[in-house]
């Protein structure tokens, strides 16, 4: 067995000043006696969940974060972190407890990858390295990584126990992410859930699709029931994720699996207001009130502004006409002023387009609803 230098609380999903003002009494809404406190974090997206979006989500109550995915084989053929710095980059000041997603195939490359991440002095802050076991992106199982490792878990107990070899000079706990499976055929998540504590994850986050669903259908959160029921005193954290949308549906996965924990997906695109729809109803005081016309548009700027400190003008743009879209869906004009955007050709159009659609949605009362 695998010695930890962390224990279950300390380390994971942030301390307890991480974790303040957001718990829940487990016991008293008829789970577990003793349990007390589930964390409510952002779940990594490609090409959204980047380091100013994951700050906008912390400021509005996610208890944590974690990187997209990145190839630790980049990071390790290359030798150097450099490459992948525009996806690796944190900042635990701002946005609390964060950590670094990484997919490959080979244990040798998480190996390598592991501590030239450590060791650099603008990563060293990633709270846990997360590895990627659920991605169903053909470019990426095609290559035996992501989701592909559920069909292989020799291949799969190997990176963990090298990674967890690899993080623990530095103190740092891995965790997993994977899916109910690879396909109906092949429903295998327990086993791999086991898998995973035995070769010294110390968490694993379980979204209850299977590969072959992709993003599609409802998700089984029996799955993650049976996950949490086989981990039940291992010390080894189960985080629920897929189709936690709001307040209620987090207390319902919470109530119904006996999850640690939930991590929400795409209900957090254009939407970090979720957190403190999810907290508030956590906490017993629901109080959904949907986002002014205004506080939209400077949600959009911050971002915006982040990006362009991050990646420069240019880059920033292309990546916020898809987050444009996600603020906006659903309101007030918004197919008029995403096709703007789209033709914007500077930050400061961008701005002007957003304006011009604030004063538009705010003659507009019926924007004020819920859509
Ligand atoms: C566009 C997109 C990109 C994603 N990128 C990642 C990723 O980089 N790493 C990862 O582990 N999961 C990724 N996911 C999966 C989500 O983290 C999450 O598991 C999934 O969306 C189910 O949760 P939800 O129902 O709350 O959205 C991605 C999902 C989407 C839709």
């Not at 974060?65 to 990071?75: D, M, N, P, W």
Request: with cysteine; glycine share 10%.
């Amino acid at each position: 067995m695998i010695h930890r230098k962390w224990t279950k609380d300390n380390l994971l999903f942030g301390d307890d000043t991480a974790n303040e003002g957001l718990s829940i009494n487990l016991s008293e809404s008829g789970s577990e006696p003793g349990r007390s406190r589930a964390t409510v974090s952002l779940a990594p997206i490609a090409g959204t969940t980047d380091l100013t979006f994951r700050t906008m989500c912390r400021r509005f109550g996610s208890d944590s974060g974690c990187t997209e995915l990145v190839s630790a084989r980049g990071i390790a053929f290359q030798g150097s972190v450099d490459g992948s710095m525009r996806y690796l980059r944190i900042d635990p000041d701002a946005e609390g407890p964060c950590a670094i997603q990484l997919f490959g195939h080979d244990a040798t490359d998480f190996s390598r990858a592991i501590p030239l991440i450590l060791r650099h002095p603008e990563l060293s802050g990633a709270r846990w390295i997360d590895l990627n076991m659920g991605c169903p992106v053909p470019k990426v199982v095609k290559t035996g990584a992501g989701a592909a490792l559920m069909k292989d878990i020799p291949r799969a107990a190997d990176i963990i126990t090298a990674s967890v070899r690899a993080a623990e000079p530095f103190g740092v706990p891995v965790s997993v992410k994977f899916r109910k499976g690879w396909d109906d055929e092949c429903i295998n998540a327990v086993k791999f859930a086991k898998m995973c504590a035995d070769s010294g994850a110390c968490a694993i986050t379980l979204h209850a699709r299977t590969r072959e669903q992709m993003y599609r259908g409802k998700a089984d959160w029996s799955v993650i029931a049976e996950a949490a029921e086989a981990l039940r005193g291992s010390g080894v954290k189960v985080i629920g994720n897929g189709d936690v949308r709001d307040g209620e549906s987090a207390e319902r996965m919470l109530r119904e699996t006996g999850a640690d924990g939930v991590a929400v997906g795409r209900a957090a695109m254009g939407n970090p207001w979720v957190f403190s729809d999810i907290r508030g109803y956590l906490e017993g005081a629901p109080s959904r009130r949907s986002p002014t016309p205004r506080e939209r548009a400077d949600l959009i700027f911050e971002h915006l502004d982040g990006l362009t400190g991050l990646l420069g003008e240019d880059c920033a743009m292309k990546e916020m006409r898809s987050q444009i879209a996600h603020y906006l869906k659903g309101r007030h004009k918004a197919a008029e002023c995403r096709a703007e955007a789209v033709r914007a050709r500077s930050v400061h159009e961008i701005r002007d387009i957003i304006e011009k659609w604030v004063l538009a949605a705010e003659s507009d009362r019926t924007d004020d609803r819920d859509r």
